[in-house]
């Protein structure tokens, strides 16, 4: 247990007196679940393991402080007088007659009942001496007094025995308030390796969960980066499109956000221009129907004079097992994300890349890295798009267009985060497997986009930038558990 909390908190965790007395409640319980003769019978022996086996997992999982439990009065117990040298907080609620008889007293005492026949083993408690402590006093009396008497002495005097229960309850609620104090320490001590890893790892830029701008913005490339340029985004009125667009218009360049949702687009492209100062047209398309994007490619070349930036972020996506998915919805997902990001590309191709050059960012996933389970249709279109990003860059480089792909992980604020388990979820560790141990948020993949789609990557074409932390890597594919999830959000859809 020792090894276990020095490896968990650090060494100087160890030197704080109540790590001291921590360990002295653990090796006193090991000591007395070896020795049954000194654990009793009963509902005390019940309430012993009970409340000992909260003290050991306590540094994994806490439990919240119970209320004073009032104890029965069972049949004398030789377990009671175990509570003190196993709490090691001396209270002064503890009455004076629960110290060791003295002389004077052990004269007027019953006859001592004969020992049990297998005698208390009494020297098991304590293999060391431990240094003098003053706090440690009231521990050393109790377990001299145990020590001295068996139990079977104890036992017989029930004015004895019920000095002992009463001694319990005190010594209960010394152990109480050693777990807040416990508790406290641990927070503290987890807020400061927190505090310590955002020292050391990155600072993370600025985001908001919800599909609004962000308050400020701490600049790492050059405002004017994107000066005058024009950027088509489907998929742009939410999530990591809404992002996209914000970051791109305070660096200077106007966008086009473009899905079907109208309305949505209108209230995002208000938000937009509001936070930036920059021009944000909302068109309607539809990415299945290349006509419709021809329409607002068109019109975007009217408004604003040409296209610069092509971000295909238009996906559809949920959790389905390939047993269970409709031969129409895996149609619908793979129009969505490869005909969609072909349609969209070929368009603004022919109608203006084509003689100008351009840039186009295809936003992708890592699903079909290694088959991820419950991901067919999606896995499947990301492959396709993935493939595509290399033929595309090799056609289209002659006329200046560079092609590249961004796969996010999970990232704050999206629906994929939602479904698991949002920042409940990662506060229980949903992402611990993860290298970086920790969600992306949607600034960060927007950073991403700016890179690829800017003059910083001007030699990069036809390349997959993964922007996962290392999820991909280490992240469990158990199909299983995926499946019970499946099951959950499937009735709550109903």
């Known amino acids: 247990m020792a090894a276990k909390l020095a490896g968990q908190f650090g060494e100087h965790f160890l030197q704080e007196k109540v790590c001291r007395k921590w360990l002295t409640l653990t090796e006193g319980y090991k000591k007395v679940k070896e020795n049954t003769a000194l654990t009793g019978r009963g509902p005390v022996r019940f309430q012993f393991y009970k409340e000992m086996d909260e003290m050991v997992v306590w540094c994994d999982s806490p439990p919240s402080p119970a209320p004073v439990d009032t104890a029965p009065s069972p049949a004398p117990c030789p377990s009671a007088g175990l509570w003190g040298p196993l709490s090691g907080a001396p209270s002064p609620a503890q009455p004076a ?18 020992a049990p026949s297998r005698p208390v083993d009494s020297s098991r408690l304590r293999k060391r001496k431990r240094k003098a402590d003053p706090e440690d006093t009231r521990e050393d009396e109790l377990l001299a007094y145990l020590e001295s008497s068996d139990g079977a002495a104890m036992a017989a005097s029930q004015k004895r025995h019920e000095e002992c229960l009463s001694e319990m309850k005190a010594l209960r609620e010394d152990r109480r308030e050693l777990l807040q104090l416990f508790g406290r320490m641990v927070d503290k001590i987890k807020l400061k390796k927190m505090s310590k890893t955002q020292r050391v790892g990155e600072r993370l830029p600025e985001d908001v969960g919800t599909d609004d701008c962000m308050d400020s913005y701490t600049y790492t490339y050059s405002p004017d980066l994107l000066k005058d340029q024009v950027a088509f985004i489907t998929g742009g009125g939410s999530g990591i499109g809404f992002r996209i667009a914000e970051v791109f218009m305070r660096h200077g360049c106007d966008t086009v956000i473009a899905s079907r949702n109208l309305d949505k687009l209108k209230e995002a492209a208000n938000k937009l221009s509001t936070a930036t100062g920059r021009r944000c047209l909302p068109l309607h398309i539809d990415v299945r129907n290349p006509e419709t994007i021809t329409a607002a490619v068109e019109e975007t070349l009217k408004e ?8 295909n972020n238009a996906a559809g996506n949920f959790l389905c097992p390939a047993s269970a998915l409709s031969f129409n919805a895996f149609k619908t997902v793979m129009e969505i994300d490869t005909m969609g990001t072909f349609n969209a590309s070929k368009v603004i191709y022919e109608k203006w890349f084509k003689d100008h050059g351009g840039n186009i960012v295809n936003i992708s996933a890592t699903l079909g890295y290694r088959g991820q389970g419950l991901q067919v249709h999606a896995g499947s279109a990301k492959a396709a798009n993935d493939a595509m990003t290399k033929h595309l860059a090799v056609e289209w480089g002659p006329s200046g267009v560079r092609v590249n792909t961004l796969a996010p992980g999970p990232i704050s604020g999206t629906e994929g985060y939602r479904r698991l388990g949002g920042p409940q979820g990662e506060a229980r560790g949903a992402f611990s497997s993860i ?6 948020n949607k600034t960060e993949m927007a950073h991403g986009v700016l890179f690829l789609a800017s003059r910083v990557s001007s030699y990069m074409t036809g390349a997959a930038l993964v922007m996962d932390g290392g999820a991909w890597l280490t992240s469990a594919n158990d199909v299983a558990a995926m499946l019970g999830h499946w099951s959950t959000e499937a009735r709550r859809d109903k």
């Not at 007659?97 to 004969?114: Q, R, T, W, Y």
């Open 97 to 114: 007659s629960a110290f060791p008889p003295s002389p004077a007293s052990s004269a007027a005492s019953p006859p001592p009942v004969p």
């Open 304 to 311: 604003l004079g040409h296209i610069n930036i092509l971000i």
């Open 435 to 440: 290298p970086l141990q920790r969600a992306g």
